[in-house]
Structures are given as C-alpha cells and as structure tokens.
C-alpha cells in the first residue's frame, strides 16, 4: 500500500543522546515536511523540502536538522535531545509544495 | 502573521443530529484552506482543498464551504465513525516558498449512539 512510513512509532530518549527519526515515502512526491503536534499548540513546521537536494527552516527549527538525499527519504535529527522536544512528529508529503500534504502515523517521542 | 481559529473546541451530537464546525482565518492571501480528520493516535487524513470564496466541496456526510473569512464544515446525519478531531489549516499564497500550513487548534467531535 502506497504511504508514509515512520519510524520508529514510539521512543523514550535520554536528554543529551542524539537520535534520528526515519520517513519515507512511495508516493513519490516532491515536497516533504517534519511536524510537531503539542497540546494547546497544535501542528508547527519543523522543517520542509520543496525537492530532493533541497531543505528549509520551517516555524520551529532549532535543535533539529534534516537532510534529503533523494525523493524517497527525509530524516529528522535531534542533535542532542532536550525535554522540550517531547512531542509527536509527523513526517508529510505533497506532490508540489503548493497542494494538499498526507501525513505518516507519527513518531511519538519522550525525552526525559 | 496567520492565525487560524477554530470552533468550537469540542462538540458532542447525538446520532443523526446535523451541525456545523467553524474555521475563521486571517492571512495576508489565501492559497488554499484544507480540512483533515486526525483520529486518536494517528496522523491527520486530508478530506479537502478549497481555493476561493463560494467553493464547496462534498464527501459522503461531509460537506466543506468557504467564504473570505472563514469555512463551515457541515456533518449531516453523523454516526459514532464520525468521532475524530477535525483540523483546518490555511496555506498562504504570498511570500513562501513552500507549503507552510498553519493549523488552527482542532475540533473535537464526538458522536454517541
């Protein structure tokens, strides 16, 4: 079945490790996209790629970082964990960076 | 900046009984406003794009419509299946160059038998 595949789908992390939350994707869309959905903040941008080869800094960028090596992949990584970043992530894709996204079942994250 | 706000937080209906969920938005220029159903534990499942003022869209008891300053989505008749969070979002058309949603806060629907 065509879609987004994360993962892992949950994770207990410790503050200070380093950890890489996989996505991807056989729909083979362009644009890709890393969200956080925290309660009473809703869903915020993270990071996105328009194209393989390309990535760029959505609302809430600090202390994460992807890459996009080809259309497939487009791994998030936290480079030293802190417990603010405990939260849900969702990896989405689009065809273009201007049409709909579809999202993947999400990496449910705790750093303590 | 954007702002999406939606109502009301939470909506419970009995079997059958039609409402309407609110999505108000202030954005500087309006590419596309998008609806998703996000059910406990998953990720948001995209139900509908509406591009400019008096656009509808319609799925099963679902119907989705939009002015300048806000979109209406209607449920018709729900059943219990309906019971999930419902999320819109807008996507603006100047000064990104990329797909940029802002989310509003999410409606939680709850349908009893």
């Known amino acids: 079945i065509a879609g987004i595949t994360q993962a892992p789908t949950s994770q207990i992390l410790a503050a200070g490790r380093r950890m890489t939350l996989r996505c991807t994707q056989d729909?083979?869309?362009?644009?890709m996209y890393w969200y956080r959905q925290d309660l009473g903040l809703g869903l915020r941008l993270i990071h996105y790629?328009?194209?393989?080869?390309?990535?760029g800094k959505g609302e809430v960028p600090d202390g994460y970082s992807v890459s996009r090596a080809n259309t497939d992949d487009f791994p998030l990584t936290l480079a030293s964990a802190v417990p603010s970043q405990t939260s849900v992530y969702f990896c989405a894709t689009s065809r273009d960076f201007d049409t709909e996204a579809f999202f993947g079942q999400g990496t449910r994250l705790t750093v303590v | 900046e954007d702002q999406v706000t939606q109502s009301p937080e939470a909506l419970r209906l009995q079997e059958g009984e039609s409402s309407s969920l609110n999505c108000s938005y202030t954005?500087?220029?309006?590419?596309?406003l998008f609806w998703y159903r996000q059910d406990p534990g998953k990720g948001p499942e995209f139900l509908f794009t509406?591009?400019?003022a008096g656009e509808e869209k319609e799925k099963e008891r679902l119907k989705a419509t939009l002015t300048k300053k806000e979109s209406f989505l209607h449920i018709t008749a729900p059943k219990p299946e309906d019971s999930a969070t419902y999320l819109c979002a807008v996507q603006t058309a100047g000064g990104t160059s990329y797909g940029k949603l802002t989310f509003g806060q999410g409606t939680i629907l709850t349908v009893h038998p």
């Open positions: 790629s328009n194209t393989a080869g390309t990535t």
């Open positions: 729909m083979r869309h362009n644009a």
């Open positions: 509406l591009y400019s």
């Open positions: 954005v500087s220029g309006l590419r596309g």
